[in-house]
């Protein structure tokens, strides 16, 4: 019996776009159109072209060697008899059809809409009809089931696409393997060929096949040829076939680290980390997860005693930090501190924000009005004054004055108008501010205010101002000033509401958003992209332009700037199913500020990241990421966490040398550590390597992640204005942003570079006046 193999958990889906200026409504359009047998795959079986099929059942549908058919608009769809999806996968919409003809043409006719299930065995009073909107390249791995016909959309499940996207691909529970287009097998290697109605079911063939290690896919007429193989075997040109074979074979180069960067093993956790924050000055994490380490709901005991106490009064957090102080291949998280429990209320769902000092105000959240702040200097929680309004998904952020301001969040709290309140950290009081109401950034979520004011992606800006890019299409300033006031800032361009997509200040005034879904559940994820310029007055004009589309579509991903200014987007699931890792995003992608490009990214992540999952820059240039679930007794929960190593940490497949800082300051006796904002800074670093230019340099704030929300993260690259030997090293002065809209006080990671190669990075604290 042949063994499943396990290469990582890869998926690899292909695009299936949906344009949001489609002609289609996006209401289901009842049709009693006949279906034709597809006639541009050119298949054997002339007699059966164009043929007007209806037939209530799959089998009259299909000729024994042509598994496609056309709908009346033009689209082609592969079927597949007594097969069915997950049942909640994607699902869009559930009715009742005549015919599995009709429920195509219900797909057809219906925005989103990628797959048709129809039950032709389906219970009395029960629908019979099932839409979807699945990735095809990914989700397509029909479980068989009686009295069940999928039907799906084929244009993106062919070779090009999926090469495209990486070249790579392992459907759910099978084997991995990589793709060569217009290439086919050697005929000495073929075990028997069949019609299939895609290149996916005819790797699925393969992976049933007893010796099968490879596939050639002809979409002309759909013949799939199974094939055996090994390192040495020969594949020859053709323009109308595509093989796939076993990645383990490694008949073609592998890929280098320089150009995928590496996941690291993954740590277990005590608790599902899903909220963490960076501890400033230190290589330590904090992170918590709800009234139970994997349950927010109380699944175990729903008794209303035990869920209100539990609900108000405790919290599971954990506090991880790195193993030495240099960078190598095996410095992994480990546990300082077993899961404690907080007793200043439950912080799930809250606003996160670092202030001036770095210490960590939580507001509210589960228990909607109380604030806790997390002091690392003295490691432990304290209550400050409550707000005013109870909230819960609002999003908080630090002003240019070192205040936080809050806004929305009603999710948990009075079902009333969650408008801003200011928290001055020095006074640690309260101001309501009724002229920052929520209505301009509301979204048109399905289940209203509820959802609709949640996650605001905020940004302190200049003069005390701040700046919502998302996750609405509208954009707002909101000033925090007296009673406080708003003004419109337009369009996010052509974007549509964005709910669990993010947005990262990549550089000063540079803001990428990306991803998110029409509303927070049982919506499909965007591809778009935009890039948002804010002025260098509060209340100018701002700019925006459209981003190439990223590959996947993603929400509930989460985006980390990096030291050279590039994103990393990793995670998320392409249609918004929470507390499910249906159609996760295991791929991850980075955008490139010099090309406003996304380029995917072949490392395999280990771990599924979609609804409450977190990712982080770490002070040595990774990435933490983890968590996910918190559905309590589910398949879902992640307790653990995973680091991914970018490609500027290597050279081919080896570490790359990494320049280091000797100190910060001129005294060799003492690291400066705190600057005012416009402040000279004296750097000396080792020689550079692999730059004939010399360093660069930027600094990243420390951040904070929750629910894909991370407001306090934020890079500001720093451009040396005087340079000179210093012994062995190079000593360079740079010159800080003179304004604390640009640079929020706080602490951040100085970072120099060489040739995009980074330090570890040496804390500085950025401090008012």
């Known amino acids: 019996m042949k063994t499943s193999q396990s290469l990582g958990i890869l998926a690899l889906f292909a695009q299936v776009r949906t344009s949001s200026t489609s002609a289609r409504s996006t209401e289901v359009i009842q049709t009693q159109n006949a279906l034709t047998v597809s006639s541009n795959v050119g298949s054997p079986d002339d007699s059966s ?241 709800a009234d139970y380490e994997d349950d927010y709901t109380i699944t175990y005991n729903n008794t209303e005693q035990i869920h209100s106490f539990r609900r108000d009064g405790h919290l599971y957090t ?56 997390y002091d690392a200097d003295i490691g432990n929680w304290t209550a400050a004054s409550p707000m005013h309004i109870g909230r819960g998904y609002q999003s908080s952020v630090l002003t240019s004055n070192g205040d936080v301001f809050v806004l929305g969040g009603s999710w948990s709290g ?26 301009p950034m509301q979204t048109q979520d399905k289940k209203g205010i509820y959802r609709s004011d949640n996650h605001a992606w905020l940004f302190g800006w200049k003069d005390g101002s701040i700046f919502q890019a998302g996750p609405s299409k509208a954009m707002n300033w909101f000033y925090a000033n007296g009673s406080g006031s708003y003004s419109p800032a337009g369009l996010r361009g052509d974007a549509e509401d964005s709910m669990c997509g993010n947005a990262v200040m990549y550089d000063v005034g540079k803001i990428l958003t990306a991803g998110g879904s029409p509303s927070y559940d049982n919506t499909v994820g965007h591809y778009a992209a935009h890039l948002v310029s804010l002025p260098s007055a509060a209340n100018g004009s701002v700019d925006v332009s459209r981003a190439p589309d990223m590959v996947y579509p993603r929400v509930q991903a989460n985006s980390v700037v990096l030291p050279t200014g590039e994103v990393f987007v990793t995670g998320g699931q392409a249609f918004s199913d929470i507390f499910t890792d249906y159609q996760a995003i295991y791929y991850s992608e980075m955008f490139d500020p010099r090309t406003k490009s996304f380029r995917l990214l072949d490392a395999m992540q280990p771990i599924p990241r979609t609804y409450h999952s977190v990712a982080i820059l770490l002070p040595d240039g990774t990435v933490f ?55 000279e800074v004296t750097i000396t670093v080792s020689p550079p390597v692999y730059s004939q230019a010399g360093h660069t340099f930027a600094i990243v704030r420390a951040g904070s992640a929750t629910h894909s929300t991370d407001t306090d993260q934020r890079r500001v690259p720093l451009r040396p204005i005087s340079q000179a030997p210093n012994g062995s090293d190079v000593q360079y002065t740079v010159q800080l942003p003179s304004d604390y809209g640009t640079l929020p006080a706080g602490w951040y990671m100085l970072f120099a570079l060489d040739d995009d190669v980074p330090s570890l990075a040496t804390w500085i604290r950025v401090a008012l006046p």
């Open 49 to 289: 072209k164009n043929a007007l099929v209806n037939a209530p059942g799959c089998s009259g549908l299909l000729s024994s060697n042509n598994k496609r058919i056309q709908s009346s608009g033009g689209t082609e769809f592969a079927v597949t008899c007594n097969s069915d999806l997950p049942e909640e996968m994607g699902k869009i919409w559930s009715g009742n059809s005549v015919s599995l003809a009709d429920c195509i043409e219900r797909c057809e006719n219906t925005t989103s809409c990628t797959a048709a299930t129809f039950k032709e065995q389906a219970r009395t009073n029960s629908t019979n009809c099932l839409l979807q909107a699945v990735l095809i390249g990914r989700a397509i791995n029909p479980a068989p089931r009686n009295g069940s016909s999928l039907a799906y959309k084929t244009a993106d499940t062919k070779c090009s696409a999926l090469l495209a996207q990486g070249g790579r691909v392992q459907l759910p529970e099978r084997r991995d393997y990589t793709l060569q287009c217009k290439t086919d097998v050697i005929p000495e290697t073929a075990l028997r060929s069949t019609y299939m109605g895609s290149m996916n079911e005819c790797l699925i063939a393969c992976d049933t096949e007893e010796g099968c290690a490879a596939i050639s896919y002809r979409e002309l007429d759909q013949r799939c040829t199974l094939a055996s193989a090994d390192k040495a075997v020969r594949f020859v040109s053709s323009n109308a076939t595509d093989v796939a074979y076993l990645t383990a074979l490694d008949i073609t180069k592998p890929l280098e680290k320089e150009v995928t960067g590496s996941w690291g093993r993954t740590i277990d956790f005590p608790v599902i980390p899903v909220a963490v924050a960076l501890l400033p000055n230190s290589q330590k994490l904090l992170a918590w997860s």
């Open 625 to 679: 990421t983890g968590g996910g679930g918190l559905c309590g007794p589910c398949r879902w929960n992640h307790l653990d966490g995973s680091i991914y190593e970018p490609p500027y940490l290597f050279k081919g497949n080896e570490y790359a040398k990494r320049p280091f800082i000797t100190r910060t300051g001129t005294d060799e006796s003492t690291t400066a550590l705190s600057f005012t904002a416009g402040a």
């Open 318 to 373: 954990t506090c991880h930090g790195r193993e030495g102080s240099q960078y190598s291949s095996l410095s992994f998280l480990r546990l300082l501190l077993g899961a404690t429990i907080s007793v200043l209320g439950n912080m799930f769902c809250p606003g996160i924000t670092l202030d001036a000092m770095g210490r960590m105000i939580v507001s509210g959240g589960s228990t909607d009005k109380p604030v806790s702040v």
């Open 414 to 439: 009075p079902n009333v108008t969650k408008y801003g309140e200011i928290y001055d950290t020095r006074a640690d009081t309260w101001t309501e501010l009724p002229g920052c109401p929520t209505a």
